[in-house]
């Protein structure tokens, strides 16, 4: 099964965003402080669609992207807002084709940016 970045909610594109730029494994409190709050409905789709596992730690629903997820953020950075796309977004979305440009012209990948290992 194919899916684009249009198959995406406004809200589900945003969280599978944060999880991309924090490169790990995110518990429900902090991905709703980083970005949107990931409602039942969103993750069921966006698991079931394999873009991201969510597993229960510590009591918690924690997330992260999947290998097919981090492509389709690659595609997202490449898409455009979408529909109805405010001020903000449509911000968010010209700072992310600027940075799919640049990874294009350095043969580089999401992971190359958004994987570097923290520094303590």
């Known amino acids: 099964m194919s899916i684009t970045p249009a198959d995406l909610t406004g809200t589900e594109r945003a969280v599978l965003l944060v999880l991309m730029a924090e490169c790990r494994p995110v518990p429900n409190p902090e991905l709703a402080a980083l970005g949107p709050r990931l409602e039942k409905p969103a993750r069921d789709k966006l698991n079931r669609l394999g873009l991201i596992v969510s597993e229960r730690s510590g009591g918690r629903l924690v997330h992260e992207l999947?290998?097919?997820?981090?492509?389709?953020?690659?595609?997202?950075a490449g898409d455009g807002p979408p529909p109805r796309s405010t001020g903000p977004a449509k911000t968010l979305y010209t700072v992310l084709a600027a940075v799919d440009r640049h990874?294009?012209?350095s043969n580089l990948s999401l992971?190359?940016?958004?994987?570097?290992?923290r520094q303590p």
């Open 66 to 76: 999947t290998d097919r997820g981090w492509r389709l953020c690659r595609d997202i």
């Open 103 to 105: 990874l294009e012209r």
């Open 111 to 117: 992971a190359d940016v958004f994987g570097a290992a």
